[in-house]
């Protein structure tokens, strides 16, 4: 018997969640066929794009927690490298006032160059730039779900939310800007 690759299982699984998601989104297409009615009767038949969402969110989290892990490695290495060199170079007990800040001064010295040449690197930049782009790919599929059950119980999605907030914003200049030219106005007829 041959072991299953992780690509391989997922994919199995993938393929499960979608036919039965498909299953679903038959079913809820006949009206005879489902029982629930008004927003859980469109959520039902939103089901299926609310599944693949989280499929794909499934897919993008393995990554995210692969950047990430190897996020905090690097971060840990560094700390571990840092600290060895701190321990070889600072006295073993600090007896006075003096040695306390030499060994802090020791220890800001090696860390910061450690950790600059860290962050400086090439290897750290792409990894956290990968880490970077998972998560804004997680909020995306996030704000698609959020958008799908919005619609469903019919509630403006979050774009439809900010164009009214923009629009007021707008408003409320324009109104500002003609009050303040009518009390203008009042002056020059008050002072007549």
């Given at each position: ?33 489902l029982?629930s ?8 038949a939103n ?11 499934n ?11 190897e ?9 571990t ?38 962050f ?16 804004l ?12 059950i ?20 707008s ?16 002056i ?5």
């Amino acid at each position: 018997m041959q072991p299953e690759s992780s690509k391989d299982i997922t994919d199995y699984y993938k393929h499960l969640s979608l036919f039965w998601t498909d299953i679903i989104h038959l079913m809820s297409s006949k009206p005879q066929a489902l029982t629930s009615i008004g927003p859980m009767r469109a959520f039902a038949a939103n089901s299926k794009k609310i599944s693949g969402e989280l499929i794909e969110i499934n897919d993008e989290l393995m990554g995210f927690n692969q950047y990430l892990t190897e996020y905090y490695k690097q971060l840990s290495d560094t700390w571990t490298d840092a600290q060895k060199k701190v321990n070889l170079k600072a006295p073993d007990v600090p007896q006075d006032v003096e040695q306390i800040e030499a060994f802090k001064r020791i220890w800001i010295d090696i860390f910061d160059n450690d950790f600059t040449e860290l962050f400086d690197s090439g290897k750290f930049g792409d990894n956290y730039g990968k880490l970077v782009s998972k998560e804004l790919e997680l909020t995306k599929h996030w704000n698609n779900i959020t958008n799908v059950i919005l619609q469903s119980v019919n509630l403006p999605s979050k774009e439809e939310i900010d164009e009214i907030y923009k629009e007021m914003h707008s408003l409320k200049k324009r109104v500002g800007k003609l009050e303040l030219e009518l009390k203008k106005k009042e002056i020059k007829k008050n002072a007549k």
